[in-house]
């Protein structure tokens, strides 16, 4: 593993990161869904059994996985100095203020010094206060509080791993996530880049976690080496995505010259780009009808003068955008859940446009989105289907939960 080399969505996958649904899901309550943004509570070891599902037709087509837990306990095992400076800022960022609590935690998450890996799954688990060693009778605050009450949340939403950071071509958009609670999910890519040997120096960055607009990686789709699209959605802002732009097109070593910036309609169930289109084919996309009327797009390019660009509103249609950048001839968007609505909404809903390519026209997909599924094999594709009951309800497919660290070139 060295760098990042992804300069498509469909060349055949050689490298991805992936993460095993581990116990954050069991710090998931009723009450805390809509703050960590679940819409139900997926049973674990069903979740893990179709995750492992997923991992293990991805290594069955030649594909090398990675896991974020394993790659991150590389990182701590560099130096114990890394490992202290991880969870201090952890600590922080958690939004842990006062220094009786802060010494408290530090010293719980040290216990696992000695085993890195058990420390980052701890750090994604998350503290309910019965774990710490506290006196009630120190603390009003403590005295006041339920012992399962959470000291710290969990990560639960870590298994989606496109979203905390996005690789584009030989470099990365480390980002600055729309809410809260997924925001410490970033931090694992901040030091996997900063310290990690395979990644430390060999990776532009054209994005930093600590920008002001927020972004997320199920918004970024490479088109090819010269075209990126974002899109401007529930969780990307256009102040992002103008960043973006300019810090791609200042920077030598990228090829990107244009960018397209997809304004889709602001709503969870258009949560991204990659959740209503998504490549599956040299000339195929999915897309979510809902997605076509309303559809603006720009053209972004570099303007004349370092950190200017030109903006421009296309007015052709979708298949014609995506021909002109493709350098091809004819596209076919095949609409999720074909032309009956209610199936469109209803598999959109389950993440039926969200497919992982793994070469050109090998796509994996749910297996529950049925009517989708038998309209990508009757245009020709290869449909790898993989269970998703639980998975699923976490609001993300086998794209989003899957980021490409390395993919072959795609010549047209």
């Not at 960043?243 to 200042?250: C, G, H, R, S, V």
């Not at 397209?260 to 979510?288: C, E, W």
């Not at 249609?317 to 909404?345: F, P, W």
């Amino acid at each position: 593993m060295q760098g990042i080399n992804v300069k498509s969505e469909i060349g055949q996958l050689k490298r991805v990161l992936l993460h095993r649904p581990g116990k954050e899901l069991l710090n998931l309550t009723p009450d805390t869904l809509e703050r960590l943004l679940f819409d139900d509570i997926p049973y674990l070891e069903a979740a893990q059994q179709e995750h492992d599902a997923f991992a293990e037709i991805l290594r069955n087509h030649g594909v090398e996985v990675l896991y974020l837990e394993d790659v991150m306990a590389e990182v701590l095992d560099l130096s114990h100095e890394i490992k202290e400076e991880f969870v201090k800022q952890w600590i922080n960022e958690a939004g842990i203020s006062t220094g009786l609590y802060r010494k408290k935690i530090y010293d719980y998450m040290m216990q696992y010094q000695d085993d890195s890996k058990a420390l980052v799954l701890k750090s994604m688990e998350g503290i309910v206060l019965k774990e710490l060693n506290y006196n009630k009778n120190d603390s009003l605050v403590d005295i006041m509080s339920d012992p399962s009450k959470l000291v710290i949340d969990p990560m639960p939403n870590l298994y989606f791993t496109r979203d905390p950071f996005a690789c584009i071509g030989e470099g990365v958009s480390l980002n600055r996530m729309y809410s809260v609670t997924r925001n410490r999910e970033t931090i694992y890519g901040e030091y996997i880049f900063k310290y990690h040997p395979d990644f430390k120096d060999r990776v532009e960055k054209y994005y930093d976690r600590y920008n002001a607009f927020h972004i997320e990686g199920g918004d970024i789709l490479n088109i090819n080496d010269k075209v990126l699209a974002v899109g401007i959605s529930q969780r990307t802002e256009a102040d992002a995505l103008e960043m973006l732009a300019k810090n791609i097109f200042d920077n030598e070593n990228s090829t990107i010259e244009t960018i397209l910036g997809f304004d889709i309609p602001n709503r969870r169930a258009f949560m991204h780009l990659d959740t209503v289109f998504t490549q599956i084919d040299y000339d195929k996309f999915t897309v979510h009808p809902g997605i076509l009327g309303p559809l603006r797009v720009y053209r972004i390019v570099k303007g004349i003068k370092k950190g200017e660009i030109n903006v421009e509103v296309l007015s052709s249609d979708l298949e014609t955008i995506l021909e002109h950048s493709l350098g091809i001839e004819k596209v076919e968007l095949i609409k999720c859940g074909g032309e009956d609505m209610i199936a469109a909404e209803r598999e959109q809903w389950n993440d039926g446009s969200n497919t992982l390519c793994i070469s050109p026209g090998t796509i994996v997909t749910y297996e529950r989105n049925r009517k989708t599924n038998e309209l990508l094999k009757q245009r020709g594709l290869n449909v790898l289907e993989i269970p998703s009951a639980e998975l699923s309800r976490g609001r993300g497919g086998p794209r989003c939960m899957s980021m490409p660290l390395d993919r072959e070139p795609v010549n047209y």
